[in-house]
């Protein structure tokens, strides 16, 4: 995993993606505000919707400068819209680092097949460019929505562990 790549300007039918500006921090907020879509999300010890935007948008900069992977905005191909964020992350789970496919999507915008359309470039992404032989996506054991995603995109329920202090499924589909 040393010498990957990791690009943006990926394109599905519907969206394309690029790394995330501090611009972003503001529209990212208002999801952090959201109380519904963000359950399941972790607080990282942050207080409010902006100081957990600042610290979210900086680690996932902080992620590309140094190679690993990083969340990306999705964006409407038709609409120029941000519509949330997609992408491959380097996770340490039971000791082990893994490559996980996270995803968000605003609410305003659930329901309407743009998480498994993302999550399928970027798994896509990852196998095409042999960044693993399988990748994960760690769910929040009561998040529904989220394990359907991935069960549309392949990846099957295997253990259950704690991550961040939050009790999870570890999702996994196998470079086929």
Known sequence: MENYIYEDKLES??????????DDRKIWCNFLSD????????DFGEKSAEERA???IDKQMGRYAENRYGLQALINKQTNEFIGQCGLLLQE???KTEVEVGYHIFKKYWGQGYAPEAAKLFLNYG???DQATSIISIIHTKNKKSQRV????????G?????M???VFIYRINKE
């Open 13 to 22: 039918e519907r969206l394309i993606t690029r790394k995330l500006i501090y």
């Open 35 to 42: 109380k519904e879509a963000v359950e399941f999300f972790p």
């Open 54 to 56: 600042l610290y979210w």
């Open 93 to 95: 789970v039971n000791g």
């Open 127 to 129: 196998f095409k460019n």
């Open 150 to 157: 991935a069960e549309k995109n392949g990846l099957i329920r």
């Open 159 to 163: 253990e259950e562990a704690t991550w």
């Open 165 to 167: 202090e939050l009790p």
